[in-house]
Nanobody, 117 residues
């Protein structure tokens, strides 16, 4: 079964930077969009950023100007560069791959990002 494998994350002080990476265990055909979501303790999972095959990006208002999503089409990989981190960015971050219908989405295992004040 194909899995999305995440790396990166950890503990950083406010104002610091982290980079998240995600790639599948096997190549996935026809991925339309890849992205990152996060879930803070007690909250619902929310969108952080997405990127299409054509390179169109979408960001949550709370991370605009601080986070950058990029994608390596050949590797099916997606990355999230997080700068100027704030304590409110603390959450478990999940990688997502959305293939063309009717296949279901793929999700990574999640990685903890903790920003201390």
């Amino acid at each position: 079964q194909v899995q999305l494998v995440q790396s990166g994350g950890g503990l950083v002080q406010a104002g610091g930077s982290l980079r998240l990476s995600c790639a599948p265990s096997e190549y996935i055909k026809s991925i339309v969009t890849m992205g990152w979501y996060r879930q803070a303790l007690g909250n619902e999972r929310e969108l952080v950023a997405t990127i299409t095959t054509g390179g169109t990006t979408n960001y949550a208002d709370s991370v605009k100007g601080r986070f950058t999503i990029t994608r390596d089409i050949a590797k099916n990989a997606v990355y999230l560069q997080m700068n100027s981190l704030k304590p409110e960015d603390t959450a478990v971050y999940y990688c997502n791959a959305h293939p063309s219908p009717p296949r279901p989405d793929y999700w990574g295992q999640g990685t903890q990002v903790t920003v201390s004040s």
